[in-house]
């Protein structure tokens, strides 16, 4: 098995850089360093929640994706979104970081209140929604841990520590956490969002061209579980640095 | 284990109706109607691909999706997409409904043309997502034969036969093709895009709230691979009651 | 005079079929073929007014018109209005439709609600407008039946049967009900939509190119109202095998 | 028979006033009053066409109609069609204004050349569509002249002479040339888009309500054509003084 | 020191001329021809403010420029904003406009009421934007004046008398109020809004290309001053020409 | 004189960190910070121009200038720009960093190339045009040092070392690089864009309400003038610091 062109193993993550609270107005933010991918998320508060959830007393979770207009080798044309639609993608995106971040937290313990997630990838080389997500975990309870601390928080919200990677199959190998050259040449991919406890909230697989054995399917969903089981750790050791219990944040299993 | 609301057994897809030739204009047209649920396909032929691709001698399949207003049991307040960008959701589903048919085809056997297929979701009870690629894949097929009887094909281009399906668990049970009541209210439900043999072409699953184990996964895929072998033999005895021979279109085992 | 390309005399419609109910959901709906040109207008009741005419206890009538991407003989670049503006032509023949299923009803009869229509050209050979706004009368009684069926009119409220058809002068021939090869080569035409006593409610007429005499708009007027009389029998027939009984929502004459 | 608001006659036009060059800079111009409606028009002359017709060796005329925010007593919240779609009504009144000024012309006499004619209304009392074409034809004829002037045209290229007027049934009369307040109270109004010796290009009749009776129609159309004798007057009085000689561009009857 | 193209001195300003109460429907309005600038401006009365400033009492003045299609010697090939975001350009003048205007007034004193300024520009040769301020400030006053005459004004509201002009380095000379021609080739080019006793209420200058010294800005400051004391000269001429009372509009120095 | 509320005194400039290279992908970039204000900026290299100026062997500098969802203290509703058009305000800021930028250098020397800066406002705390415009300069010479490093450029290319500074009359008080609070209580601000050896590009201020004498202009801009003097100094302390050789870029004066 040959190793790959950043020196990785096939079953190896990316190095990650985590600096927390890099953006200082934000309740929460993160500056997410996976490879070559750098997103800055932050975690907006806001003590409304969108119209058709007003008066139930649950709290709802948001996100916004962009890439930077030079997050490529080359600068795009024009900055995305900018006068006209956001891009079919960027809007898959989005709507998948806010399911993730979602299944994170009991939305009856939050309260009527918004968390707004912004993820921009200042840097993109693969990985970004997966870093995004990953990242904005980080930023998510980075925001909580300050209502706590301001006294807005009544107990516990956090339902699941959340991550994500993906896994492919490039060249007859299968390999984890794909960065762009070998996203673009994979057989087939696949996204795993998962939690702490290896669970599952989101799996998405495409062949990219001719169909795949459900064996191979499965491999990755596998191999996807291991790479979210190493992320989780890192989520926490950088949140344990920045001084943020987490701990006490989290929702104790079997209570509701 | 109970029956459900339109008499179905819990491991059973709902009645399928097909209408080949419904639009008389388009090469392939199809009136497909799963349940509750009616989506007109068609499948347009043009001699050019979109600019990036020309003189590479590949074919091309694109899709657009769309809800007419009265889709549901309220009209919505203005027809979806006009004046504004397309809903996020309708965006992921064409892209989606692109990725599932151009999997069925050999590219570079169609020659330098592109297919539009237009999935209009006439009603919707759920479902339309996998109705549009099932169905869809009867309007590329029928579209294809009318090229070959004008002699404009050099030989068989569709690589797979392919349908989709959901399954879902809701109130505790794994539910197969879910209408929209069970649909809204599954914890879980999960889409696969496969083929005639049991291969996948695209898996994608969300919890709706709280994560849940590998293995819940692994049982909707299988519910799922067994309701699409049966929505692939309605295809072919669709197909072949409109009198169109399926098995002269489809490339060889082994060859390429 | 020479038959026409179909075989029909100068003063003949073109066949014309009519599926009353083809649309479940929707109130009203029915599926209008007209020769060529294939057209499903739904009828949508809803219990709210438009805000500049709350509490005026009247109803309304609006309608959207759409052609779908593949209603010619090639497929639009891309689907009308989506993400831009809807085309001048089809803002025109939607306030027309509009407009002339409003002359139908008596609005204060109606009471405060809105009766959407929707008219999607599914394939189109000339004469879609004048399609809409037939098949539209038939969508529109078959949804007041409905009201009516639930108790929810207080007694008739339509004022008119309501029907649209085109004429114009072809190579010297004046032609009714033209198809679209005769439309483009046309040097006037017009179109009437005229009620079953032979009233009008609207006259559109247009030379294309060169100035016309009086006399050709005047016998233009003439035809159209005799292809109109035809059609009012057409929409009785196909309500009445619908089952509905069309008289008794009509108001009687003289009666406010 | 009451006189009007204005003092005017049941069958009278509103007093014209006519400022020909009033824009310097457009090859053809005219401030146009009509009563309490004030139109300025520009042509101006482009030496191509669409791209659609390149090549064929005709001319065209296209115009553009736009409402200033203050042409009602109150101003509209916002420009009209800025940074938003033009209404349905506007894009109507210049579609018609532009056919109806194509008629005016022989267009493969005008050699491949564009017109493009600008009518901005500045005050609105009602007939601002008919005052468009009415003022549109003599800005049309300045800048024809202006070109011919140039040496830029090898012959006549003005078919007919063309001006517009409506007229109503209000309160139980007919009235010619209706102003605001009687056009919003109109049963039915009707406008004529005519040439100088009496034929029609375009005729556009409304019920407003309730539909009409064909003999109504046929008076409204009469009633119009008489005032279209009056403007053309007008028009060419306006020319004259502003030292044009219409003649001179005039086609000869009989003449391709 | 050679004289301008147009015969001008250096330190001269163009000729003007002003036609006030040109639209009749706007409470002020003017048509203000600077050279071969021409601009109609027309200022509305509204008895509301934005949201943002309700129940403070104090009113608004907002602007809105606009560039007919033809105030150019070539047509632009399509009105600025229709259908899409006004240029930056455009969108900086109308903001330019509004504040210059605003300084103008006591909006304390003038009630809890806006004032829109439509600046249309309908031919252009040069200092568009200090020609829709200089007469922006005559057409404000006009409809001022007939707030008074309606007796809805306690008393004077206009804190100064507001004139706009530029000036530039063209080819080593220092002029005054450019046209077009000098404009686009100046080096440097500057706009001053003043007021009547030489105040300031807005400096903008550029260097196109190289940094100038200080001291050339400061020239062009003292030269747009003088050109600024000429205009509110011929703004006071105009108005009262017009047989509108300025004086007494103005609130006494000293007052507040 | 009280010090200000960041313990500034009144002609100080706020504290400056510069990152040069934050952004990796970039030709250039920096991450630059003024008191409570950051903004990250990258100049991207682009081997072709805008249409209009193809050919002529001149350079380009353009820029884009977006907020972040949260530089404010409450995120904003959505993403300025985001499928609408941008901001006046924004617009205006990003046509002045384009304006200043291309002051900066010898367009002829810079050789057909664009060069595209993004000036991101991650956190607001007044003045983000300024520091646009100040860390712009960096990061555009640094994008300028990778170019000549990769032999790219033929000779130096910067004319003039640019930043930019406000300043503003608060509570009877001059002060220099206004934040945020100040900036919205001043009485007039100003801001300059300037050169190293002290002249100027270009010159705005604005009386916010009542006019002011032109002695308060003059020393506003004699006060930027200063500050402009010290941000030169950091510009070329933070590129020598990252191993960039300005001196090497710079024009020698007197040659062209």
Redesign the interface.
């Known amino acids: 098995m040959a190793t790959r062109r950043d020196g990785r193993g096939a079953e190896a993550i990316r190095p990650v850089q985590v600096q927390v609270g890099f953006?200082?107005?934000?309740e929460g933010s993160v500056l997410y360093r996976a490879g070559g991918t750098?997103v800055?998320v932050?975690a907006?508060v806001?003590d409304t929640v969108p119209e058709f959830m007003r008066g139930a007393g649950r709290g709802w979770v948001t996100a916004?994706y962009?890439m930077?207009?030079?997050?490529?080798?080359?600068?795009r044309e024009s900055?995305e979104?900018?006068?006209?639609?956001?891009s079919?993608?960027s809007?898959?995106i989005?709507?998948l970081i806010g399911?993730s971040l979602r299944?994170a937290l009991d939305l009856d313990r939050l309260g009527e209140r918004t968390i707004?997630i912004?993820a921009?990838v200042?840097?993109a080389d693969g990985g970004t929604r997966t870093a995004s997500i990953t990242g904005g975990w980080i930023a998510l309870v980075a925001a909580l841990d300050k209502l706590r601390t301001r006294g807005l928080l009544s107990g516990p919200v956090v339902?699941?520590q959340?991550a994500a990677v993906s896994a492919g199959h490039v060249g007859g190998e299968l390999l984890l956490d794909l960065c762009y050259s070998e996203d673009s040449k994979a057989r087939v991919d696949?996204s795993v969002v998962?939690?702490a406890p290896?669970?599952?909230?989101?799996?998405?697989?495409?062949?990219e061209?001719?169909?795949?054995?459900?064996s191979e399917?499965?491999a990755m969903?596998e191999l996807s579980?291991r790479g979210i089981a190493e992320l989780v750790k890192l989520q926490s050791g950088a949140l344990e640095q920045a001084g943020i219990d987490v701990a006490g944040l989290l929702v104790p299993r079997g209570g509701a």
Do not use: C, F, W
């Open positions: 953006h200082t107005m934000a750098l800055l932050t907006s806001d916004e962009q930077h207009p030079r997050s490529n080798p080359v600068r900055r979104g900018r006068g006209k639609p956001l079919g993608r809007q898959e989005q709507r399911r299944a707004s912004d921009d200042l840097e339902r699941d959340v696949l998962g939690t290896g669970r599952i909230v989101e799996v998405q697989g495409t062949a061209g001719e169909a795949v054995e459900r399917i499965d969903v579980l």
